[in-house]
């Protein structure tokens, strides 16, 4: 992946590959803050152990009101008590309790003031799973306080997750970084770049001998791409009146399967 950044002229000055002020970079060599960070909210009531299986939350689980969120979680286990904090979070799903009936806000930098009501535009969400592994949602939020994130610009597919997020740092007693969410981009026939199989990354356009240039949209009089945050910036504000398709000729050669959609998410 480094490679395909640099090839497209991206460059970062610190990183798993670099170092920097705040090693680790590596998700998996972070297991310690993410640890602490669980055992903080256990020790604060914030989040529970849950013992249900898919089975049983595929019977009793609302459906989500659009297509690519989890369904809400009804409660079954809410209530429970822990008499004492395990040493470890492994073998159960700890989940997080939301403030039924609380819209969580945010101001974000395209879309403007958004809000979301805990309960009911989301359930309590999981922090780790039982396979011992911490959720996207735990991960993120530690890691972008560790890192003194002050911007996070992303997808607007995770619109409702910085709601859940927003709990998360408020109940760590984190920053709230600064968001704004992007349009997806999508192919010439309406479909998400992201659920697309490899057709368009990086790798499969290097492997095809696309040219960066003409792929950044730069002119070939810019000798190279100001860093993309420069990029970023100044586009950003533009970005959302653009319908955001990708270029039909570079869509025809990076053309792939279309990804089967996951059955149980
Ligand atoms: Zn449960």
Redesign the pocket.
């Known amino acids: 992946m480094f490679e395909d950044l640099r090839w497209f002229g991206i460059e970062w000055q610190e990183g798993p590959d670099l170092g920097g002020p705040v090693t680790p970079y590596q998700q998996s060599r972070r297991r310690e803050f993410y640890l602490n960070a669980w055992r903080e909210l256990v020790r604060r009531g914030f989040v529970y152990a849950?013992?249900?299986s898919r089975k049983?939350?595929a019977q009793s689980a609302q459906a989500p009101h659009d297509g690519d969120d989890e369904p809400i979680?009804p409660?079954?286990?809410?209530a429970r008590v822990l008499q004492q904090i395990p040493e470890s979070p492994a073998g159960l799903?700890w989940?997080f309790r939301v403030p039924d009936g609380e819209r969580i806000s945010f101001h974000d930098l395209r879309i403007g003031e958004t809000s979301y009501e805990a309960g009911h535009d989301f359930g309590d969400f999981v922090v780790w799973r039982r396979d011992d592994v911490p959720a996207y949602q735990l991960a993120v939020v530690v890691d972008d306080e560790a890192m003194r994130i002050s911007e996070v610009v992303r997808g607007e597919d995770l619109l409702r997750s910085t709601a859940r997020q927003i709990l998360l740092q408020r109940a760590l007693g984190y920053r709230q970084p600064t968001y704004y969410h992007c349009p997806l981009i999508r192919d010439e026939s309406g479909e998400r770049l992201a659920k697309r199989h490899d057709a368009l990354s990086l790798r499969e356009l290097r492997a095809r001998g696309v040219d960066t240039v003409k792929l950044r949209g730069i002119s070939p009089n810019t000798p190279r791409l100001n860093a993309l945050y420069t990029e970023i910036s100044t586009q950003l504000s533009a970005l959302h009146r653009i319908p955001l398709t990708v270029d039909p000729a570079l869509a025809k050669l990076g053309r792939g399967t279309p990804r089967p959609e996951k059955p149980d998410q």
């Open positions: 849950c013992t249900c049983d939350l979680y409660g079954t286990c809410r799903n989940r």
